[in-house]
């Protein structure tokens, strides 16, 4: 049984920044690739920064590159989100996301297993 358990998320203002976590059971995550989703209200999932298997390879959306960083404890079977110079925009739920496959992709057809989410929220 695959459990991916998210935490770290909350109430900051614009600027501030915030680490999530993403604790990992049943299997090992550096057989998998990993990402980092999210969802506003009224808005569709959407990618926000995956990792290869191997953890080599990174990538993110474009509105946030520079400002979040995706990596990973394989000691503690756990994947991270830090997240920098916050935004507004940058407020929604925040999934952590396991992919079979070695390669991560953009779609949330992509990922096999899902947390449950953290909400994250940006004050102005």
């Known amino acids: 049984q695959v459990q991916l358990v998210e935490s770290g998320g909350g109430l900051v203002q614009a600027g501030e920044s915030l680490r999530l976590s993403c604790a990992a059971s049943?299997?090992?995550?550096?057989?998998?690739?990993m990402a980092w989703f999210r969802q506003a209200p009224g808005k569709e999932r959407e990618f926000v920064a995956g990792?290869?298997?191997?953890?080599?390879?990174?990538d993110y959306i474009e509105s946030v590159k520079g400002r979040f960083t995706i990596s990973k404890d394989s000691a503690k079977n756990t994947v991270y989100l830090q997240m920098d110079s916050l935004k507004t925009e940058d407020t929604a739920v925040y999934y952590c996301?396991?992919?079979?496959?070695?390669?991560?992709?953009?779609?949330?057809?992509?990922?096999?297993?899902w947390g449950q989410g953290t909400q994250v929220t940006v004050s102005s």
């Open positions: 996301a396991m992919s079979l496959r070695p390669w991560f992709g953009a779609r949330p057809n992509d990922y096999d297993y």
């Open positions: 049943g299997r090992t995550i550096n057989n998998y690739a």
């Open positions: 990792m290869t298997r191997s953890g080599h390879v990174t």
